[in-house]
């Protein structure tokens, strides 16, 4: 006979922080699935999470039974279900910022003719808010609601530029860079040293660091303060995008003029 999931008790309190277990291993469980938008398997989740086999398999069958989660029947792969989707439609203050930015975004592409994204910074990862593809047979990995680590792209240079020193070092500590390409910066100390000519050149470039073949260069879009609220960029193919050095010239404009736009729609992210 299977074992019967354990239920919430006890024994699931007391990380130092206070916190509950089963609430943490489900919150990993879905941002784990998220980030897999073609499914994941119990062995792949299992295996990334380290979580213990009779704790998951309770938790995915409760995630299932209120719809956060679907498992495909025949791929037996796990992802995101309709409840997830719609708790995220409650959050009706993006929304709403999103519906606002949409025309300069769509003015920026039509503008530069190639795809231009707009992100703001979740822990180590950008998060993507909108993006407006060009004409261009041109498709990126990213995608509104996803995130990519923010130091493999330019938007995500721009927006850990923006953090506070102190802050900065305090969420990489302890973190290992991930490799995706040759180009990707692996080293923490290579990363604050492209990090600090970010803040002295008010912009940040991405050339292939996280899909080869493909340049980046972003802004910030600053609140009234001067805080970096989120950022916004222009992604071309490399082959298209001019002579290295002097490249980000033919943008800069344009994406620092939305971006000027933009700041007082950011405004309730400040």
């Given at each position: ?55 998951l ?34 959050y ?24 231009v ?75 604050l ?27 910030p ?16 193919p ?33």
């Amino acid at each position: 006979m299977a074992p019967t999931p354990r239920t919430l008790d006890a024994a699931d309190t007391a990380t130092p922080a206070g916190s509950i277990k089963s609430a943490e291993r489900v919150l990993q469980i879905l941002d784990l699935v998220a980030r897999h938008t073609d499914g994941i398997d119990a062995s792949g989740i299992r295996t990334a999470l380290q979580l213990p086999r009779s704790s998951l398999h309770g938790l995915l069958r409760v995630l299932s039974e209120h719809g956060y989660l679907f498992m495909d029947p025949e791929s037996r792969v796990y992802r995101v279900g309709l409840h997830a989707w719609e708790v995220a439609q409650a959050y009706a203050h993006n929304r709403n910022i999103t519906v606002l930015i949409g025309p300069e975004m769509r003015a920026l592409r039509d503008e530069l003719n190639e795809t231009v994204q707009l992100a703001v910074l979740d822990g180590l990862d950008n998060v993507y808010l909108a993006k407006e593809e060009s004409d261009h047979p041109l498709r990126l990995v990213s995608g509104v609601g996803l995130r990519l680590p923010a130091h493999t792209t330019a938007l995500g240079k721009v927006l850990l530029a923006g953090l506070p020193t102190a802050e900065l070092r305090h969420r990489l500590n302890g973190v290992t860079l991930q490799r995706f390409t040759k180009s990707t910066i692996g080293d923490k100390a290579e990363l604050l040293r492209r990090l600090a000519a970010v803040r002295t050149n008010g912009f940040a470039e991405d050339e292939g660091e996280y899909t080869v073949g493909l340049y980046c260069v972003a802004v910030p879009v600053r609140s009234e303060s001067g805080a970096v609220v989120a950022a916004v960029s222009c992604s071309v193919p490399s082959a298209r995008a001019g002579t290295a050095g002097d490249r980000a010239q033919r943008y800069l404009p344009a994406l620092r003029g939305c971006a000027g736009r933009l700041a007082p729609l950011m405004a309730p992210l400040s």
